[in-house]
């Protein structure tokens, strides 16, 4: 079906990430089910809940931080260089695809970005090596110069979907022939209507996950299988 393609679009989840150490957060166990979430609305408006938000972000951090990208990064990274891949639309928030060298233009993130921080107010980037060491002196939840909140890039709980991924990933799916869905058990909407966009408009649908998903009806093809060893061995790519 890669070989057939002529404009592939590949969908990641977790799972491509679970690979190289970074735990799935919403998977039993992943910290998500351990801590109560903090929604958008609570850290807007209780300093407490922007405190305790840049505190899991701190531990979250060091566990995460050293993760490189895996087999299975790697080979979506090939597929994107040799021009059969247009896009790729993840959840994922670890930047392992672009750290794999995909061009930032080609990864189309639909919750954000944990790398960094941005302020909410004018959209400033922050590095959070020098956020976190100046919260570690007072646990002073951080502020923009202008005033706004410096919050990690990514969308949180209640938060609105960016409209400009959820724009380019719906125009993705409308237009490409093979959607290569990866380690996503397909359930968090609106990011798991996009297989089925891709399907009604006449693309092939292949899902890659450990589990089956909710959308495997829908597929010409689901492989229950490994991610990185499974794609390595369709790409060639160790
Ligand atoms: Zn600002």
């Known amino acids: 079906m890669i070989a057939a393609s002529r404009r592939a679009v590949v969908f990641t989840g977790a799972g491509v990430s679970t690979e190289s150490g970074i735990p799935d957060f919403r998977s039993p166990g992943g910290i998500w089910t351990k801590y109560q979430p903090i929604d958008f609305r609570e850290f807007k408006s209780s300093e407490e809940a922007r405190r305790e938000t840049w505190r899991r972000k701190i531990a979250v951090d060091e566990a995460v931080s050293q993760a490189q990208p895996n087999r299975g990064h790697r080979a979506i990274a090939h597929l994107v260089k040799q021009g059969k891949v247009s896009s790729v639309i993840t959840q994922n928030i670890d930047g392992l695809h672009q750290r794999s060298g995909i061009p930032d233009e080609q990864v189309i993130e639909l919750h954000g970005n944990g790398t960094y921080a941005a302020c909410l107010d004018c959209a400033k980037r922050y590095e959070l090596a ?23 890039a990514t969308i949180s709980f209640g938060q609105p979907m960016p409209l400009e991924a959820m724009r380019r990933a719906q125009m993705e799916s409308k237009s490409c022939d093979l959607f290569l869905a990866i380690g996503s ?11 089925a966009v891709a399907k009604q408009s006449g693309s092939r649908l292949v899902i890659l996950n450990r589990e089956p998903t909710d959308l495997d009806y829908l597929a010409d093809l689901v492989l229950n299988l490994e991610i990185g060893p499974t794609l390595g061995d369709v790409t060639d790519v160790e």
């Open 185 to 195: 058990s397909l359930v968090v909407y609106p990011a798991a209507s996009f297989p």
């Open 130 to 152: 020098e956020i976190f060491a100046a919260f570690r002196l007072k646990e002073d939840p951080p502020v923009c110069d202008c005033g706004g909140f410096i919050k990690s």
